[in-house]
């Protein structure tokens, strides 16, 4: 996509209409945004392998919870493993060929939307359990949470082909090479994509479950539920708060294709402003086992 090609992982920048020399934002990009991907992959893959094989590893049944936690520990995983072949292309330029470049953003995309959905589908399972207690007695089985989870990365594969399908090797750099007659649609549908099925649907949804999570417990008499009224409050905060703003940029830069944007020094701004929200939305991936597999306290007789 625009979003995702031009200023962050892919690294194609457009001269635009007009010319607009780009060198400092690039300089910039060599130096902050190789330091940025280490660090998210390091923290990113240790924490998610720990949730990965505390789950796996657990002598004791597992729950329907615990297929979630694994398919967004994976997701995370898939995400943060394209990180440093990223940061080497930002550096270096692309060196592995043209099938390996399709490959690092199939991994890129898929993780990114997988990790979505699984947020979102944890979201509605606590729901379930939570404010549908009596329906989730029948509902919340395992066979039920594998076919969704399933769904889910079936669902994660198809929406991310229009992402990664156009993947090429151009004067080694592995960026997205649209035919013609799509070069003008298809990064603003890949956009707009990435701001609905990637953002606002799961942030409806994350919303309207917890709200109906936090009515139910204010009306029930256990003195757990001032943590757990808390706990989901961080959930949805930190999930605003760290993907909002990097969604606003990738609507600007759709808004970028329709020339809303004739300044060099405007378009340099939003490109400076991609890099920033791009390292608060990608650190995302490092406080999911904090958030989601750490804090509750089935997990942590796991470790």
């Known amino acids: 996509t625009e979003a995702f090609t031009e200023t962050t992982a892919e690294y194609a920048y457009d001269e635009h209409a007009f010319s607009c020399n780009k060198a400092d934002i690039q300089e910039f990009g060599k130096i902050f945004l190789p330091i940025f991907y280490i660090a998210v992959f390091a923290l990113g893959l240790t924490g998610n392998l720990t949730v990965f094989f505390a789950i796996v590893k657990a002598s004791s049944k597992k729950s329907i919870t615990d297929i979630y936690l694994l398919s967004l520990a994976v997701s995370d995983i898939l995400f943060v493993i394209s990180l440093p072949f990223w940061a080497s292309n930002v550096v270096r330029g692309w060196t592995l060929g043209t099938i390996p470049c399709t490959v690092v953003s199939s991994l890129y995309y ?25 329906y989730s007695l029948k509902s919340r089985t395992l066979k039920h949470g594998f076919l969704i989870t399933c769904g889910v ?31 003008n649609i298809w990064p603003v549908f890949c956009n707009v994509e990435l701001n609905t099925i990637g953002f606002l649907i799961p ?33 949805v905060v930190v999930f605003f708060l760290f993907w909002s ?7 600007l830069e759709t808004l970028k294709h329709y020339e809303l944007f004739t300044s060099c020094n405007q378009i340099k701004s939003l490109d400076y402003a991609m890099h920033l929200t791009e390292t608060i939305a990608f650190s995302h991936c490092c406080l999911n086992p904090l958030i989601y597999a750490f804090a509750g306290e089935k997990f942590r007789k796991y470790l």
């Open 203 to 235: 942030l409806c949804i994350i919303c309207y479950c917890y709200c109906g999570i936090i009515k139910t417990l204010l009306f029930c008499k256990n003195q757990k539920k001032t943590r757990a009224v808390k706990l989901i409050l961080v959930v």
């Open 153 to 183: 990365w079936a669902i994660a594969v198809l929406v991310s082909v229009p992402h990664f399908v156009f993947s090429q090797l151009v004067e080694n750099d592995c960026i997205s090479v649209f035919p013609q007659e799509l070069e």
């Open 245 to 251: 703003p990097y969604n606003v940029l990738i609507f």
């Open 110 to 134: 898929i993780g990114f939307f997988g990790g979505m959905f699984s947020i979102t589908v944890i979201s509605i399972d606590r729901y379930l359990a939570i404010v549908r207690a009596t």
